[in-house]
């Protein structure tokens, strides 16, 4: 829910509530499909959304679906909206994304971000990756991760970061269910 009690509704449909609305959506105080915010430059039948943030000034992360890479794995993609559903020009993420994206985290020089055995092409990283303000992947970036999966990301009071999901470190012999980040 947005600060002006409108919902966000994301997932994998064409039409909701009797409205053309693939994937995303957003909802008036009274259920209503709010028609001013307009998705159709990012979204179309063929997309489905896994995960969304809110950033404070309002603006929307969303890590989305859009396609497969022809060895039955998925194609996905982060994109930051504007308040009114709009892509955001100065936030352009271009990389090429394999698997799921289930956890978004903004922060105040970029966007942390994780999935199901997610690969970005080009980075030796696994599952957990972090964007630059513009979108561009930052590759300073390296939270030690194997073959795992990230489904969730909070910010600690601390300002550390909790990550959880199925880890595999590198270097370590076992597997664990929760990780914290340094900020």
Same mark, same amino acid.
């Given at each position: 829910?947005? +600060?002006? !009690? /409108?919902?966000?509704?994301?997932? =994998?449909?064409?039409?909701?509530?009797?409205?053309?609305?693939?994937?995303?959506? @957003?909802?008036?105080?009274?259920? =209503?499909?709010?028609?001013?915010?307009?998705?159709?430059?990012?979204?179309?039948?063929?997309?489905?959304?896994?995960?969304?943030?809110?950033?404070?000034?309002?603006?929307?992360?969303?890590?989305?679906?859009?396609? =497969?890479?022809?060895?039955?794995?998925?194609?996905?993609?982060?994109?930051?909206?504007?308040?009114?559903?709009?892509?955001?020009?100065?936030?352009?993420?271009?990389?090429?994304?394999?698997?799921?994206?289930?956890?978004?985290? +903004?922060? +105040?020089?970029?966007?942390?971000?994780?999935?199901?055995?997610?690969?970005?092409?080009?980075?030796?990283?696994?599952?957990?990756? @972090?964007? /630059?303000?513009?979108?561009?992947?930052?590759?300073?970036?390296?939270?030690?991760?194997?073959?795992?999966?990230?489904? =969730?990301?909070?910010?600690?009071?601390?300002?550390?970061?909790?990550?959880?999901?199925?880890?595999? !470190?590198?270097?370590?012999?076992?597997?664990? +269910?929760?990780? @914290?980040?340094?900020?």
């Amino acid at each position: 829910q947005q +600060p002006d !009690r /409108k919902v966000l509704v994301g997932g =994998s449909f064409g039409r909701l509530l009797g409205h053309t609305q693939p994937a995303l959506a @957003r909802l008036l105080e009274d259920g =209503s499909v709010d028609a001013t915010f307009d998705t159709s430059a990012v979204f179309n039948t063929n997309t489905a959304v896994y995960s969304m943030a809110l950033q404070e000034d309002g603006r929307l992360l969303v890590g989305y679906q859009y396609g =497969s890479d022809g060895l039955g794995g998925s194609l996905s993609r982060v994109v930051r909206l504007n308040t009114n559903g709009a892509p955001d020009p100065m936030f352009v993420c271009t990389n090429e994304i394999t698997g799921y994206v289930f956890a978004l985290l +903004p922060q +105040p020089d970029g966007v942390l971000f994780g999935g199901n055995y997610c690969n970005v092409a080009g980075s030796t990283n696994n599952a957990l990756f @972090r964007l /630059k303000q513009d979108g561009r992947l930052d590759d300073s970036f390296d939270a030690g991760l194997g073959m795992s999966s990230v489904f =969730s990301l909070v910010r600690q009071t601390t300002g550390q970061i909790l990550v959880g999901g199925i880890f595999n !470190r590198t270097g370590a012999s076992n597997s664990v +269910p929760l990780l @914290r980040l340094n900020a």
